[in-house]
């Protein structure tokens, strides 16, 4: 099993960025796929999961009413979408699978700049 | 939301040494503690599931131990290759909170 992750964006303040994380090989509806993201320099922050099977999202409080994961069962990708963005957002985002399989994306560099 | 506490925020040892690096939750997360290793600019790693599990192919010195509320990272014989930031995540319930990272650094 892999997660190939979308690749760099570039992003104005204020606008959204959608990042895809693509499942290669698995059974795509036994999974749960979580969003982490890390800031230059920072720790490691989750941001929220969605079990593709059931297509049910949960968030982090932290961005609640900013970002929407979604999964598309036919091509077996997830997506990160986050709104609003601001320069704080600037981070690699990461697509990881349940923690006990220990399997992360290559991650995606999210640029916020104006 | 249950809170991690990761302890200390950095480290330097010499080769050799052993290391202890500790996690407290805020709440009883029974065991569902995992220990990440991160280099910089790598992906992080995974070391250690369910507080004591080593994942495969991990040096066996690297050793999770722990219950309840708290739990250790004990690296035996630290080595130059161990120098990196360790992690620890609980995923008993959502959100799964990371602590707040260790640097580890050789003497």
């Known amino acids: 099993v892999q997660l190939v992750q979308s690749g760099a964006e570039v992003k104005k303040p204020g606008s959204s960025v959608k990042v895809s994380c693509k499942v290669s090989g698995g059974s795509f509806s036994t999974i ?3 969003w982490v993201r ?9 941001m929220g999961r969605i079990i593709p099977f059931f297509g049910t999202s949960t968030y982090a409080q932290n961005f609640q009413g ?29 697509c990881a699978r349940e923690v006990e399989k220990g399997l992360w994306g290559q991650g995606t560099l999210v640029t916020v700049s104006s | 939301d249950i809170q991690m506490t990761q302890s200390p925020s950095s480290l330097s040892a010499s080769v050799g040494d052993s290391v202890n690096i500790t996690c407290r939750a805020s709440q009883a997360i029974y065991n569902y503690l995992a220990w990440y ?9 995974l070391l250690i599931y369910a507080a004591s599990t080593l994942q495969s192919g991990v040096p066996s010195r690297f050793r999770g131990s722990g ?9 035996s014989s630290l080595q130059p290759d161990d120098v990196a930031t360790y992690y620890c995540q609980k995923y008993n319930t959502a959100p ?6 260790t640097k580890v650094e050789i003497k």
């Open chain 2, 67 to 75: 219950s309840g509320t708290d739990y250790t990272l004990t690296v």
């Open chain 2, 37 to 45: 290793q991160q280099k910089p600019g790598k992906v992080p790693k």
């Open chain 2, 96 to 101: 799964l909170t990371f602590g707040g990272g």
């Open chain 1, 38 to 46: 890390q800031a230059p320099g920072q720790g490691l922050e989750w």
């Open chain 1, 32 to 34: 749960t796929i979580s």
């Open chain 1, 66 to 94: 900013r970002v929407t994961i979604t999964a598309d069962v036919s091509t077996t990708t997830v997506y990160l979408e986050l709104s609003s963005l601001k320069s704080d957002d600037t981070a690699i985002y990461y």
